[in-house]
Structure formats: structure tokens, C-alpha cells
């Protein structure tokens, strides 16, 4: 396999999308990634995943990468709009990529304009459906073409010459200065007529005014400004609009280390992300998407407490089976590629503490708590008192035995702490709070006594074990202990001394023999955890390391500003799925409480002071109101 059939680099990918999907742009033009009509759907692109006949869609100069002299590209400025110029030796050109916010259907749309010179053009779309597995009829006529299999079709217009080659549409045509080729793909059902073009020049201006009008929400104040305005949009494009979810990543088996097995689906959202994702939101301005994501939260765990699932389709689907694409070669030789994911079928302890903190910060956030909310928490605190005594496949979705994990019970003793602070925060709810405070002291002392080993001088990752984790960083960040406490310090240089891999932090030791987690192989340093070291060497007074640490993160990310799920010291590259909704949420928060202006109020720690204590301001009300972004009266209901 020639190297050019094969995807690129990770960080050499931009993301576009509609929040409906999102697809991936490489450095090169091409559009290796895109699943539609939504992001768990099956790709039409999937070169990503294999070489050029899995499906893509390229446009640049012809000839490249050989005739293309230097790349640039860029974002429009606070937005989803990609803009790449290609230097050649007879001219420059310029790809403006875009997906418009739908009404319908789905539209990428790709506009070539000559900026100087003259560039011949060459245009290679190949659509493969089904992951890459199946070859669609194409039909053309002047403007339009179509390719269809089975329920699938999309549609190509376009003003240039198209003709079939090798199972593939292709162009070339050349491109002056001031000249500008519009392409727009649409997909639709296969039994329906295509729908009309869009006018491209609008289109993209409309995309750029949706994204620059919603980054006027953002109420960071800070010296990493485009780094948390950037996440925030990536946070926004992994969301679903017509439910409030958001996909932990817009791609499935990008690998955790190059050539292994650590491949999972990650186009679901997970329950895990839930209180972080919620307080980025929050923290950044955006009470309308924040508020949306806790009522798909609600939507998605209601009915038996007891079935509850650590991730959930974007609309709230349950049935996620894992299955793989054995025709496809994954990302540089990966395999397998897998589509699903069968830890959604896992018992993890923790997602009940994630769900119980995620309500409580929301009803905080808000100064009123639902009822109906209220009667599904008592259900999830009916389940801890008994659910949390037993072993778990804990926070990372290890395949192997389950254990009492450290990090599980911890989050079980969230659960139940959340579930009094409520009562005490809002006495109009009703609730065995004696009972509850009891059975919140129990799991602390169980925790206090088992999860710390002496010998390490450390929480470790479950009880009885020597091994650290990462997941124990979360404890002085839920509240569990304070910052101050001997063990968290202990705990968190443990941690340094451990975990830390050329400067960053694994999420745990693997091994060869599959004995810790179920699975071989090595894997690269997960992005959140470094994250959360930041947070608690500044919580612990260390804030000079922490903002080193936090700089050399945010050194990671490609030239756009995006960050994947981890990154391999030892290859310099990310690996993981990209982008990455956890990175860049956890990003945020660190952001947030580097510069000493986080709008939450403490819930934790105790160490900062209210900035405004009138009665009826709740924490984030305040924090709108003192960045003037009017964000209070959205709240209540009025439109954008």
C-alpha cells in the first residue's frame, strides 16, 4: 500500500459539522472521515480507517503532494469555517470547508477559489458506504452527480466537468485568480428526489455568522483565550442538537497506541463526562447547552436505576453492539476496527456519582431543584446503598476481572453526599438525609481505610493493590478530601513519581500479560488525567507546576487548536480518538481555575469567596452577569 492511499497523521485533521455530524478534513484536502446522516451513522468515508477505496473526498492541486509547495490553513475566526491555501509554482488557491447548520438534510459544502496565479485542480471523490464495504451506482448529469446503495444517496453539484474512473468521480480543471468552484454534497434518502443546491457563497457566510454569534457567549477572561474558545466550539460540534447530547469523539478505533488493539467506538456520550462537561459549559457561558446536555442526561437514565448504562446512543439508544469491520485495515494497521461498543453492557460504579453530581451543580447553577429530577435521584441513592459494596469494571472499561476500585467507591460516596447537600440546599425535597449522611460516612471510612496503602504512601487503583491510578486525582476535585490532606498530597507526587511518561500522566501501568485491564499492549498518555494533575497541583499550592504543566498541553494540540484522547510521548503524535470532548472539556475547567476566576461557586474545596452574594444570584447568574453577555435572560427561555 503506497503511503499516499493512507490516512494522515491525527493532528493533521480539522473537524467541520452541523451538530448533526462532523466530518474530518486532512491537511491534504481530503475529507478522510464522515458519517452520515448522524455521527453514529455508518461512514461514506472511511479512509481513515483504511486507504483511498474505503472512501474520501479530496480536492487540491494536481499533481500534490509533490507540486504543492507550502500549506496554510485556518478557522475563520471563532468558528467551524476551515479555510486551506495551497502554494504552487504557477499560483496560490484557497478550499473554504463547511457544514451548514441543517434544516433537512446534511450539506458539505467546499468552495475553490484562485487567490493568485493560476492552479490546476484535481478532484477525487470516491463514496463507499457502509464503513467502506459498499460501492454505490452512480449516475451524472450536467451539474449533478448521484451515487446510490440500498436506503443511501447523496448528491454532488457542481460546475465542472465529472467522469468516471476506476469507481471513482474525478475533475481537473484550473482555477484563476478570483475564480471560485462551488461543491456541494447533500445526502438524502435513496426513494427521494436529491434536494436543490445551496448557494455556496451564502452558505459559508451563514456558517461563519451561526459560529461567530455563538462564541459571543463565551465568558472566559484569560491568557489562554483561543485555547478555551476553541474547545468550546469542538465542544459544541460533538453535540446533538436535537437532543442536547454530546459524542465523546467524532471517530471510532482511532488507536491508543500505533499498531495495538485498543480501538473502541467512542460516537456515544458517556454518562462519565456528564458533572465536568456540564461545569465547562457553565463555566464558559453556555447555561443553554449546559441545561440541554442535563436534560438528555434525564431523558437517558430514566426508568430502572438498576440498568442504568455508563454511555448512551446521541438520542438516549441503549443498544450499542459492538461489532467488527473485518474488511477494514484500521488507522495504520490497527485492528481491529470496531463499530459499537459492549462496555455500555459494564456495571461502573461511578457513573451514579457522575449522574447525582451533574444534577446537583445544574440545580445549583439554577437556585431551584425539579422534582421530578429529585424522585430519580432517590431511586439511583436506593440502588448505591446496596450496589456500592460490590466490585466493578471501574472508570476505564477494563476488560478484565472486576475489582473494588478506588475511584468507584470514591464516586459512590459522591453519589450519596450530593443526594444530602440537596437536601440540605433545598429543604422543600424530602429525603432520609440521617440515613444518607450515615451511609456517606461508611463509604468514606471504607475508603479511607482500604484504598490507601501504606506501603505505597498513595490511594491506589483498587483495594489491595500496589498499582496507582489517575483516577484518584479526582478526589480532591469531588470533594472527597481536601487538597490540604497529607494523603492527597502524598497521593498526587505518587502519581508524579508512577505515572508520568516524558511529562505526562498514564492513565495506569499496563502490562504484556493483560493482567490489569483484560488487553496487550501499551498505550499512549491520556490528555484529561495530565489535565487533572494541573488542577490539583494548583489546588495543593504548586501553581508554578501547574501552569507548566497546563502549557505544555495545550502545546499538543495541533495548529487548529484541537486535542485527541491521548498522546504517545515516545512517537510525538496523538493517538486516540479525535477530537476528543473529554481533553478539551478538562482543558477548560484547568483553564478556568488557573486564572482564578471561576464563576462556581466552591463546592469542594472552600477556598475561594462568593463575588456577589446578593439573594436569588445564584454562582453562574452572577458570572453572566458581570461578563455582560445577557446570558441570564436566555435562561429563560428567550431565543438566541
Known sequence: MKNEEMSQRIEDYAIIGDLHTAALVGRDGSIDWLCLPHFDSPACFARLLGHKNHGFW?????????????????????????????????????????????????????SVEGVSGTVDMHMELVVRYDYGDVLPWATSNEGLTRLTAGPDSVALWHRVEIVGEDLKSVSDFPVTERQRYPFTLVWYPSHEEPPPPLDSWYAVHLTEAFWTEWALSCCYEGPYRDAVMRSLITLKALSYEPTGGIVAAATTSLPEALGGNRNWDYRYCWLRDATMTLEALMRGGYFNEAMSWRDWLLRAVAGDVSKLQIMYGAAGERRLDEWEASWLPGYENSTPVRIGNAASEQYQLDVYGEVMSALYSSARSQGVHSVAAWALQVQLIKFIEKGWTQPDDGIWEVRGPRRHFTHSKVMAWVAVDRAVRILEEFPELKGPIDKWRSLRDDIHAEVCEKGFNQDVGAFTQYYGSDQLDASILMMPLVGFLPASDARVVSTVEAVQRELMDHGFVLRYRTSDDGAVDGLTGREGAFLACSFWLVDCLHMIGREEEAVELFERLIALSNDLGLLSEEYDPLAGRMVGNFPQAFSHVSLINSAFRLTGKDPLTPVYDGTATAIDTRPGMTPVMRHFKRAGRGAVKRRSGAAR
Open 58 to 110: 479530496q480536492i487540491a492541486p494536481a499533481g500534490a503532494p509533490k507540486s504543492v509547495l507550502a500549506t496554510r490553513r485556518w478557522y475563520r475566526p471563532d468558528s467551524l469555517v476551515l479555510e486551506t491555501e495551497f502554494d504552487t509554482p504557477t499560483g496560490t488557491v484557497r478550499v473554504t470547508d463547511c457544514m451548514p447548520n441543517r434544516d433537512n438534510h446534511p450539506h458539505l459544502v467546499r
